[in-house]
């Protein structure tokens, strides 16, 4: 991608005090919804230029290139942000599983029946996805 887009693309975000913005990453074809992850100026582009997905990672302070110790890697099909620019949407094709507790995605707590409840089992162990 071209650096004037992605100039374009960050001219419409509104970074948080710490420079970041939330990303959602939506399963481009069935529309479930994988993770939340942060991006900032340097992410963005690396997702623009590169058509994988990169995020930053708080914990670490670094750039965080989904799938690099994992394998489970997220290639970008569609970035879009929304009206306010504060918010991200990333539709990609997941490879294999989005959580690093080996789940789909990250979103398996619900509340069930007035009781808190996972909802969706395990895929891969973690001990398997990172050694």
């Not at 990453?25 to 690396?46: F, K, Y």
């Not at 929304?82 to 707590?109: E, K």
């Amino acid at each position: 991608m071209t650096t004037e887009i992605a100039s374009a693309v960050l001219a419409g975000m509104k970074f948080n005090a710490d420079g970041l913005v939330p990303a959602i990453a939506q399963q481009h074809d069935t529309g479930e919804v994988l993770m939340m992850a942060w991006m900032n100026e340097d992410s963005i582009r690396e997702t623009l230029d590169t058509g994988t997905v990169c995020y930053w990672s708080r914990s670490r302070s670094k750039l965080w290139r989904k799938g690099e110790s994992s394998g489970q890697t997220q290639k970008l099909i569609d970035f879009r942000w929304d009206c306010d620019g504060d918010t991200i949407l990333l539709m990609v094709d997941q490879a294999g599983v989005a959580c690093h507790t080996g789940r789909r995605n990250c979103f398996f707590y619900a509340v069930r029946d007035g009781d808190v409840a996972e909802i969706a089992e395990v895929e891969i162990d973690p001990k398997d996805l990172y050694g």
